[in-house]
Nanobody, 119 residues
């Protein structure tokens, strides 16, 4: 069983920056895909960014050029650097980790961390 614990959320003014962290337990992190999703009030959860075990990244169009996902396998941690934040980035941010075991997807989620962008 993998446990994911996010940190780094908070209140920031428009144009500001935040760095989210997500620490994972267990021994599967290095060969997992890791990522961040978010859910804004009244909206469905959406993908923000992912990073494969080999370092390939994907980003939602809405965050390209502003957000950067990274990982440190030695620390079992994934990060999301968020710059030039906008009010529409306000959401609960969730980290996720998944890998395949005998063709079955094993996916885990963190509890979420609130990010509020407001003046």
């Amino acid at each position: 069983q993998v446990q994911l614990v996010e940190s780094g959320g908070g209140l920031v003014q428009p144009g500001g920056s935040l760095r989210l962290s997500c620490a994972a337990s267990g021994s599967t992190f290095s060969f997992s895909v890791v990522g961040w999703y978010r859910r804004a009030p009244g909206k469905q959860r959406e993908l923000v960014a992912t990073m494969s075990s080999g370092g390939t990244t994907t980003y939602a169009d809405s965050v390209k050029g502003r957000f950067t996902i990274s990982r440190d396998n030695a620390k079992n941690t994934v990060y999301l650097q968020m710059n030039s934040l906008k009010p529409e980035d306000t959401a609960v941010y969730y980290c996720t980790q998944y890998y395949f075991q005998e063709s079955r997807e094993m996916r885990y989620w963190g509890q979420g961390t609130q990010v509020t962008v407001s003046s």
